[in-house]
């Protein structure tokens, strides 16, 4: 599945991982917009409609999303340069940390809550919603445990809202 034949609807977390999986072999749709500016994490809208949202996202180590989640959107994400970093919050424990190498993909529903950091030292990933991004979820995590969610727009670059828990 390309975003040239996407179906009229919102697409599964299922159809949005073919996608990002299709897109990953297809790097003249993505290449030229890969960029490193001065460390920071850039990123590129490819394609938007009533349906679907598809990024390009390039980052470093010093890259970090913050804990977040899409809100009524469900989501998939395809590493096609380098290593990321899931983490998964986990509540009276470790949260659970998941190296995404090259060539490895992953989807989830909108009730998914996560962050995502730059493991290698440039990498390359691209990601797809449906429906589309408009809110998100930021979350904080307090020394005692405590969480809070603050809503954000999808325009807005995430990044930790405190120091990392």
């Known amino acids: 599945m390309s975003f040239e034949s996407l179906p009229e ?3 599964d977390k ?3 991982r073919e996608l990002v999986d299709d897109l990953a072999h ?3 749709t993505w290449h030229e917009h890969v960029d490193f500016p001065d460390g920071r994490r850039h990123y590129v809208s490819l394609h938007r409609d009533e349906y679907v949202d598809i990024w390009l996202l390039c980052w470093t180590p010093e890259n970090d999303t913050g804990w977040h989640d899409h809100d009524t959107s469900a989501g998939a994400v395809a590493v096609v340069g380098g290593v990321l970093k899931e983490c998964n ?3 009276g424990g470790a949260h659970v940390e998941t190296e995404v190498p090259e060539g ?3 989807c989830f529903g909108p009730d998914h809550i996560h962050r995502l950091v730059g493991v290698a030292d440039r990498s390359v990933s691209i ?3 449906s429906p589309p991004l408009w809110r998100l979820g930021q ?3 307090d020394e005692s445990g405590v969480m809070r ?3 954000v727009s999808y325009a807005d670059e995430l990044r930790p809202l405190n120091a990392v828990a």
């Open 104 to 106: 490895t993909s992953f």
């Open 14 to 16: 299922r159809e949005l």
């Open 89 to 91: 919050p986990r509540i």
């Open 127 to 129: 990601h797809a919603y």
């Open 9 to 11: 609807r919102c697409l």
């Open 26 to 28: 297809r790097s003249e």
């Open 139 to 141: 979350y904080s995590i």
């Open 149 to 151: 969610r603050v809503s």
